[in-house]
């Protein structure tokens, strides 16, 4: 079975602060895909990035990018200068493959708190 | 604005009351997904539709039926409510008839008494 587990429930930035969010996932598969989505306050579910795992190289967008670890199975998102509007929950998520639907898992997320 | 309308954004129903969960996304968007969140979980699929005419079960799609109205509307009903389908629900959207849900719902939150 394939789970995706978060182990921090929340977590805390002080603005223009970096942090990283952890992310670890247990699958028996090689071709599979990860993504962090953000969901502010008003529950609309954001995509922010996406990774594919036969890709060695981390993937970036903007202010956000990953840390991929295939072997140890660990996707971490780490957001540099951090904004008051950072501030939401963030789901890690697992796809086998990129067009298999029931095979595309949540994590329980983590909620981020930035400081002013 | 463009995207992906829910309604209602909130409904409060009886055990054994049965409703529907209206989605409509303008995007012309090819799949359509409803999910179920909650407190302490992350998302679960309920079912999915990959194009107008097909659903298919999710994860949990227990209690649930879905209907692909045509290619802009997914809606989601609930036959016979129970405690346990307390929960926020999301529809979402995306282009392609495959690949990860990209637009969501702002989501329906539901209780059942």
């Known amino acids: 079975a394939q789970t995706v587990t978060q182990s921090q429930p929340e977590m805390s930035v002080q603005e223009a602060e970096t942090v990283t969010l952890s992310c670890t996932y247990d699958t028996s598969e090689s071709d599979y895909y990860l993504f962090w989505y953000k969901q502010p306050p008003s529950r609309q579910m954001i995509l922010v990035i996406r990774?594919?795992?036969?890709?060695?190289q981390n993937a970036t967008e903007n202010r956000f990018s990953v840390n991929f670890q295939k072997a140890a199975k660990s996707f971490s998102l780490k957001i540099s200068d951090s904004q008051l509007g950072d501030a939401a929950m963030y789901f890690c998520?697992?796809?086998?493959?990129?067009?298999?639907?029931?095979?595309?898992?949540f994590g329980s997320g983590t909620k981020l708190n930035v400081k002013p | 604005n463009a995207g992906v309308t829910q309604t209602p954004k909130f409904q409060v129903l009886k055990t054994g009351q049965s409703m529907t969960l209206q989605c409509a996304q303008d995007m012309n968007h090819n799949s359509m997904y409803w999910y179920r969140q909650d407190p302490g979980m992350g998302l679960r699929l309920i079912y999915y539709s990959a194009s107008e005419g097909t659903t298919d079960k999710g994860e949990v799609p227990n209690g649930y039926n879905v209907s692909r109205l045509n290619k802009r509307e997914f809606s989601l009903r609930l036959e016979s409510a129970a405690p346990s389908q307390t929960s926020v629900y999301f529809c979402a959207s995306t282009e392609g008839t495959g690949g990860q849900p990209q637009h969501f719902g702002d989501g329906t939150r539901l209780s059942i008494l």
């Open positions: 998520a697992y796809r086998r493959g990129l067009y298999n639907f029931n095979k595309f898992y």
């Open positions: 990774q594919e795992a036969y890709k060695q």
